[in-house]
């Protein structure tokens, strides 16, 4: 089926390691993004791209980088995991129309715990 | 700038009875809106979205919202409630000037008592 991939669904990790979370979609949309969920605080953007090699920072991009080499991938990579990045991770896609948003299609979330 | 408000945190229902979830939105452009429905440890689903001059919107499992740009609102909706709805709603924006950023609203858990 069409979508969204996420790799790993799980991960621990000691603080200090470095590890890339993959995201891949089939779907040739242009703009990808990761997105952090916590507790009470809903959704927040950490990266997003508009397309191959063109990345920006969003809301809360520190400790985390990102590159764009191909349309399909996506890949978040913490440097160095300190306990403040547990969360629960979400890559999306998404095209845009001239006007509108077509609508955001969201992996299933790579559930992260630095120890 | 945009941003989101969902004026309930949590919505407590009996099932068969309706469901009302309400948004307020500010945006400076022409946003795009959407509905997205969370179960518990699992991904996000889109149920509706607002894209055009339509201003009701019909999603998924009988679920529907209306646009309304004088009151700046998308709140959802459902005649009769399920079981299976119980879950956490987020109501989200975003336009062509805020670039690749979704705002979401703070999300409201809806519980449905048998």
């Known amino acids: 089926n069409a979508g969204v991939t996420q790799t790993p669904k799980f991960q621990v990790l000691k603080t200090g390691q470095s590890m890339t979370l993959q995201c891949a979609q089939d779907?040739?949309?242009?703009?990808m993004s990761w997105y952090r969920q916590d507790p009470g605080m809903g959704l927040r953007l950490i990266h997003y791209?508009?397309?191959?090699?063109?990345?920006d920072q969003g809301e809360v991009p520190n400790g985390y980088n990102v590159s764009r080499s191909t349309t399909e991938d996506f890949p978040l990579r913490l440097l160095s995991a300190a306990p403040s990045q547990t969360s629960v991770y979400f890559c999306?896609?998404?095209?845009?129309?001239?006007?509108?948003?077509?609508?955001?299609?969201f992996g299933s979330g790579t559930r992260l715990t630095v120890v | 700038a945009q941003s989101v408000t969902q004026l309930d945190s949590h919505v407590s229902v009996s099932e068969g009875t309706p469901v009302l979830l309400r948004c307020n939105y500010s945006?400076?452009?022409?946003?795009?809106l959407f509905w997205y429905v969370q179960h518990p440890n699992k991904g996000l689903q889109l149920l509706l979205k607002?894209?055009?001059?339509?201003?009701l919107v019909k999603g998924i499992n009988g679920f529907e919202a209306e646009f309304k740009k004088s009151e700046t609102s998308f709140h959802l909706t459902k005649p009769s409630a399920h079981m299976s709805d119980a879950a956490e709603y987020f109501c989200?924006?975003?336009?062509?000037?805020?670039?690749?950023?979704?705002?979401f609203g703070g999300g409201t858990r809806l519980m449905v008592k048998p």
């Open positions: 607002y894209t055009s001059a339509a201003t």
């Open positions: 989200v924006v975003t336009s062509n000037n805020a670039g690749n950023m979704l705002t």
């Open positions: 945006s400076s452009y022409s946003p795009s």
């Open positions: 791209s508009v397309g191959a090699g063109i990345t």
């Open positions: 779907m040739n949309h242009e703009y």
């Open positions: 999306a896609s998404s095209t845009w129309g001239r006007r509108y948003n077509y609508g955001y299609t």
